[in-house]
T-cell receptor
């Protein structure tokens, strides 16, 4: 159980275009989903926390207008990187948490974004 | 905010030996401490966790210990196997999860 999927697994886009990444909890309802960014050989950096039906909470230094997060259902959250630039190239990982008062986060397999 | 320090950054052991990774945290209010294993190009996988009301937890070859007073916790892997080779992250959580910088474990056959 506790499976989280991400799509696509890899994407290459041109500078200035937008890219949408989907995160789905397959066998549980995720009241909270998290979006992380990971550069090579570095740790996970939290970008934002999203709760179903409400606006995402962004970490300091993360531009909310550039990284649009939508959590419209209990099983789906999307991250849209708008007007992508080469410096946005990174490994984006989502995680999902089931219910309030629980702690475990289950991570998706990640999406490798390359902006050319 | 919370700060998590993890060491060593790299660890190399012979197959069959034990591996220990240590983490310290700064916020005494943190109450949940998960450990994740991340293989190259994949998302982190939860391997074991411990809550602040427990001092030790074991799952087969993996164990975690927590010292709340000293604010440190450790991961112990016994009888290591080559497939244990990966990057391991510790984390401390209250309302938000803060990760350590990771330990690259290499198990030599």
């Amino acid at each position: 159980g506790a499976v989280v999927s991400q799509h696509p697994s890899r994407v290459i886009c041109k500078s200035g275009t937008s890219v949408k990444i989907e995160c789905r909890s397959l066998d549980f309802q995720a009241t909270t989903m998290f979006w992380y960014r990971q550069f090579p050989k570095q740790s996970l950096m939290l970008m934002a926390t999203s709760n179903e039906g409400s606006k995402a909470t962004y970490e300091q230094g993360v531009e909310k207008d550039k990284f649009l997060i939508n959590h419209a259902s209990l099983t789906l959250s999307t991250l849209t990187v708008t007007s992508a630039h080469p410096e946005d190239s990174s490994f984006y990982i989502c995680s999902a948490q089931e219910g309030q008062g629980t702690y475990e986060q289950y991570f998706g397999p990640g999406t490798r974004l390359t902006v050319t | 905010g919370e700060n998590v320090e993890q060491h060593p950054s790299t660890l190399s052991v012979q197959e069959g030996d034990s591996a220990v990774i240590k983490c310290t945290y700064s916020d005494s209010a943190s109450n949940y401490f998960p450990w994740y294993k991340q293989e190259l190009g994949k998302g982190p996988q939860l391997i074991i966790d411990i809550r602040s009301n427990v001092g030790e937890k074991k799952d087969q070859r993996i164990a975690v210990t927590l010292n709340k007073t000293a604010k440190h916790f450790s991961l112990h892997i016994t009888e290591t196997q080559p497939e244990d080779s990966a990057v391991y992250f510790c984390a401390a959580s209250l309302s938000k999860t803060t990760f350590g910088d990771g330990t690259t474990l290499t198990v030599k056959p």
